[in-house]
């Protein structure tokens, strides 16, 4: 029997169930959908079902966005798009496919967004490297940076750094 790919792996009922395992633990808000965590959980074991069959043969489609903007301390304000409980279910399933092969490309020096990984470390690889005798520290944060990302890019890299036979 040969391999399941990735796609296969991640549209599993048992691949969404610890997704959904994830995502209720976030106790996130609700979607455009208006659907919460709580009535989601009500009927969870038949979404799942559900949910594996659409994203399997291809009738699952991503709802749409709920934005909310939240006043910055300094002023202005921060725009989250919440996406519905359903769609963070499928999210979560592709990221822990995923991760694993992404994360074998990150240079060990990099820390954000990344499982296992904590502020604490970062500061400690940075304290351990200024006993080394570096002096200099680059942190980088680009305003807007997801909203700019090259698309056919990224995903051409997330390709060429994922082994997936599908």
């Known amino acids: 029997m040969p391999t399941p790919t990735l796609f ?13 395992a ?29 949910l594996s069959r659409a994203v399997h043969d ?9 934005r909310v903007d939240i006043p910055k301390p300094n002023g202005g304000v921060r725009t989250l798009a919440i996406p519905t409980v359903t769609d963070r279910v499928v999210q979560t399933a592709v990221t822990l496919m995923l991760t694993p092969s992404l994360d074998e490309t990150f240079e060990d020096e990099s820390f954000a967004y990344r499982p296992g990984r ?3 470390m970062a500061v400690d690889r940075i304290a351990r490297c200024h006993a080394e005798g570096y002096r200099w520290v680059v942190d980088g944060d680009i305003e807007h940076f997801f909203d700019t ?3 056919d890019r990224l995903i051409t890299l997330v390709e060429g750094a ?5």
């Open 149 to 151: 990302v090259p698309h």
């Open 8 to 20: 296969e792996q991640a549209s599993r009922v048992d691949t969404l169930e610890t997704a959904w």
């Open 162 to 166: 994922v082994d997936d036979a599908g």
């Open 22 to 50: 994830r995502v209720r633990a976030n106790a996130g808000a609700a979607g455009a959908d208006g659907l919460t965590i709580r009535e989601w959980e009500h009927s969870s074991a038949v979404r799942l079902l559900a």
């Open 58 to 66: 291809g009738s699952y489609r991503p709802g749409p966005i709920r």
């Open 118 to 120: 904590s502020v604490r």
